[in-house]
Nanobody
Framework: QVQLVESGGGLVQAGDSLRLSCAAS????????MGWFRQAPGKEREFVAA????????LYADSVKGRFAFSRDNAKNTVYLQMNSLKPEDTAVYYC????????????????????WGQGTQVTVSS
């Protein structure tokens, strides 16, 4: 079992930066691939970024590639999403998600593959 708690959301202006954090409970965090997803009002939850269990590999949605950076610190059981050059269309509730994986290269863009979810943190970007 893993419990996830996000933090770091807020209201910013277009062009600003934010860093989201997601702290995980449990002793086997390094066995979990992690993902960030977001959901805007009236829209489906969409993939933002994923990271392998060691942090050696990352994957990004085209809409955030080059602006967002996903990292993890397994010693602190925490993942981070650095968001730069924020745009109004980035406004959404951001969710951290985790899934146990058997090997390094296994991580997914499909929210249905993630068993554990945080409560979400609101990011609002004004124009």
């Amino acid at each position: 079992q893993v419990q996830l708690v996000e933090s770091g959301g807020g209201l910013v202006q277009a062009g600003d930066s934010l860093r989201l954090s997601c702290a995980a409970s449990g002793r086997t965090f390094s066995n979990y691939a992690m993902g960030w997803f977001r959901q805007a009002p009236g829209k489906e939850r969409e993939f933002v970024a994923a990271i392998s269990r060691s942090g050696g590999s990352t994957l990004y949605a085209d809409s955030v590639k080059g602006r967002f950076a996903f990292s993890r610190d397994n010693a602190k059981n925490t993942v981070y999403l650095q968001m730069n050059s924020l745009k109004p269309e980035d406004t959404a509730v951001y969710y951290c998600a985790g899934r146990w994986v058997g090997f390094e290269g296994e991580f997914s863009t499909n929210p249905g593959r993630y068993a554990y979810w945080g409560q979400g943190t609101q990011v609002t970007v004004s124009s």
